[in-house]
């Protein structure tokens, strides 16, 4: 693993002399207010779109699957401010439930669900209304999917109460945790996002949660979606291990217009 990181790092700084940047690369203070940006665009300049979306919740007991329930659905993502106030409003019409029509209104349900992970989670962590929030530093480069990228490891500040995790039922719980970005060193986008919530709101021990981003064209312009988003946690037990997986990939994105009908 060394030896790649070292291969990765020497030639990030052959193609970022190559871009302009000193040989020693960019600077954490350069990388981040781009990161921030390419965040605000995702939030606030993204067309309004639909995409195919297929969920599978998963309980696993002793590290095997003892439930599985697989959800397709439409997702539907526009620039709607919500009832607190965010930009970006995401739905869903699901298609079908473990391959059998959806009873009509269905809400998601499974064994085991995570919400915030498609837009919530870039938000939290590499916005700059929450940089005040946060430790980061550049830890160099790796490979990831045969490509060059920048490493930013981060966590929360000790006694930060701004951030916070917001249950499904409602309930709110300060957000305590520490992650890794990849980072693309051309677009400056993030490629890959893993967090540790070290305090999750719950007594099932460690929520460990990982998004990757794909670049893809809409209404002409490209942006950085997400592509999967896995969700795992463990419940500690003397006997066997109890836990739960949320696996959530995105396909075909397409511009939203009216002329795409739902049903409710």
Known sequence: MRSRSLLAAGLLQLWLCCAGYSLAGPKLEQILPQVQQHVKEFEFSLPDFICDETII??????????????IVSAFRGIQHRDEEGRPFTESREI??????????????????????????????????????????????AETIDGKIALVINFETKEGQREILYREIFGSQAVVNGKGKAWIDPRSMNVVRLEFQYLNPPFQEGILEVSVDYDPVVINRKSFWM???????????????????????????????????KFKY
């Open 57 to 70: 919740s998963r309980e696993l007991v002793g590290g095997a699957i003892h439930h599985e329930t697989v």
């Open 95 to 140: 298609k079908s439930v473990d391959g059998h029509p959806p009873i009509q209104g269905q809400p998601l349900k499974g064994p085991f669900f995570f919400g915030g992970g498609f837009s919530s989670l870039l938000d939290e962590i590499f916005s700059q209304k929450n940089e005040p929030y946060f430790n980061y530093r550049l830890a160099g």
């Open 226 to 260: 997400p592509k999967t988003v896995t969700a795992e946690q463990t419940v500690p037990n003397p006997r066997h291990s109890v836990g739960g997986q949320y696996i959530a990939s995105y396909s075909n994105y397409q511009q939203f217009n009216v002329s795409v």
